[in-house]
């Protein structure tokens, strides 16, 4: 069964960074591209890049170009997002999902705040 | 980017209505290979987005068979044939046709 396993909630002061887990299971990450998603409830979901963890190839959106940075550890099926100079419009949810959205994880709930 | 736009924004539906949500694309959603890679996903609150539907109108492994998918090109329909309490939530259709995926901006489908 494939599960994508992300770490806990994150509570950040403005201006730091965060890094963020997804751990899969049930199947290589190798074999598949990892997308990572943004949720906020009053904007939908917004995409923010994908790794091919295989040889580290990363695509991002416009907007997220120098916000996220995407990374991969295949000794450990993990796959990681780290998020830089954090604002409160960084305040969401983040998701990993693979291979086309079909799986995805539970989400990880970043709070920016003072 | 490919811009999704989903119609109603909100739907009010009654236990076993029937009810259908629109994505329109700007562009055309065929690929080359012939594929047109078109999902349909269904996030319940506080929850992760869960996959329904792909490629149009091919019914994930252990979803409903109520819920149905079709179109082509640019214009695809997400139809639930009697909904059912659990089918509340957010419906987002997601295109992966044309780099970089784009999301449609969500229909909540309420309980009226």
């Known amino acids: 069964e494939v599960q994508l396993q992300q770490s806990g909630p994150e509570l950040r002061r403005p201006g730091s960074s965060v890094k963020l887990s997804c751990k899969a299971s049930g199947y290589s990450i190798t074999d598949y591209l990892m997308h990572w998603v943004k949720h906020r409830p009053e904007h939908g979901l917004e995409w923010i890049g994908w790794i091919d963890p295989e040889d580290g190839e990363t695509k991002y959106a416009q907007k997220f170009q120098s916000k996220a940075t995407l990374t991969a550890d295949t000794s450990s099926n993990t796959a990681y997002m780290q998020l830089s100079s954090l604002t409160s419009e960084d305040t969401a949810t983040y998701f990993c999902?693979?291979?086309?959205?079909?799986?995805w994880g539970q989400g990880v709930m970043v709070t920016v705040s003072s | 980017d490919v811009v999704l736009t989903q119609t109603p924004p909100t739907l009010s539906a009654t236990i076993g209505q029937s009810v259908s949500i629109s994505c329109r694309s700007s562009q055309s959603l065929l690929h080359s290979n012939g594929n047109t890679y078109l999902n349909w996903l269904l996030q319940r609150p506080g929850q992760p987005p869960q996959l329904l539907i792909y490629?149009?109108?091919r019914l994930e492994s252990g979803v409903p068979n109520r819920f149905s998918g079709s179109g082509s090109g640019t214009d695809f329909t997400l139809k639930i044939s009697g909904v059912e309490a659990e089918d509340l939530g957010v419906y987002y259709c997601?295109?992966?046709?044309?780099?970089?995926?784009?999301f449609g901006g969500g229909t909540k489908l309420e309980l009226k």
């Open positions: 490629l149009v109108s």
């Open positions: 999902a693979s291979p086309s959205f079909d799986y």
């Open positions: 997601v295109q992966s046709t044309h780099a970089p995926p784009t």
